[in-house]
Every structure is written in structure tokens, then in C-alpha cells.
Nanobody
Framework: QVQLVESGGGLVQAGGSLRLSCAAS????????MGWFRQAPGKEREFVAT????????YYADSVKGRFTISRDNAKNTVYLQMNSLKPEDTAVYYC?????????????????WGQGTQVTVSS
């Protein structure tokens, strides 16, 4: 079965950087679009970034555009989220997710598999 395992979260000061990783297993990684979402306490899960099967298409939430970069290494079955210039409002549990197609989409309901999440805390 498909498994997604996030890592790289932690505590960082405002203005700092973190790189999240999501290792996938269970099927051919390179065929499927991947996404990152986040959920802050008391808030709904929100879209962060998505990438198509080959990496040719990427989309970002307005709140992270210019600060976050999504990428993938299909040889390593891994998707990354490089987060720079972090702000306290970026504090959340970050989830990676996988679609059943190669087309990148922003909507959480378009994703079929989810990881367990990794906590990112940005202090002011």
C-alpha cells in the first residue's frame, strides 16, 4: 500500500529556513502528482504547494509564494518543501499527499493518500 512519511519539521526562529521531505513507497512514485498542505491549531487544512509528476508544473498558495519551493526527486521517491523566510504564521502541522494522477491540483479532496504530518513551529 502507499505510504508517505514526512520528516524535517522542527522549531525555527522567524526568518529562518527548514526543508521538509516526504518519502513515498508502495507504487511508482514518478507517475503521480504530489502536494503539501498544512493545518494550524483551530484552523482548517490549507493548500501550500503542489508539483506534477515530472516536476514541470508547480503551484503555490499566495501566502508562501516566493518563500517556499516544492521539488521532487523521482529517483529517490521523495518530494521536498524548502521553506525560507519563515514567519510565525507558518506554524502548523505539514502534510504531504499524493494524487492518483500526474496532474498537480490545489484542492485537498483531489488527493488520495496522506502522510502523518510533521510539526513546524516558527518563533517570533
Amino acid at each position: 500500500q502507499v505510504q508517505l512519511v514526512e520528516s524535517g519539521g522542527g522549531l525555527v526562529q522567524a526568518g529562518g529556513s527548514l526543508r521538509l521531505s516526504c518519502a513515498a513507497s508502495g507504487r511508482t512514485f514518478s507517475l503521480y502528482a504530489m502536494g503539501w498542505f498544512r493545518q494550524a491549531p483551530g484552523k482548517e487544512r490549507e493548500f501550500v504547494a503542489t508539483i506534477s509528476w515530472g516536476g514541470g508544473s508547480t503551484y503555490y498558495a499566495d501566502s508562501v509564494k516566493g518563500r517556499f519551493t516544492i521539488s521532487r526527486d523521482n529517483a529517490k521517491n521523495t518530494v521536498y518543501l524548502q521553506m525560507n523566510s519563515l514567519k510565525p504564521e507558518d506554524t502548523a502541522v505539514y502534510y504531504c499527499a499524493q494524487r492518483n494522477t500526474g496532474v498537480a491540483r490545489r484542492e485537498a479532496e483531489q488527493y488520495d493518500y496522506w502522510g502523518q504530518g510533521t510539526q513546524v513551529t516558527v518563533s517570533s
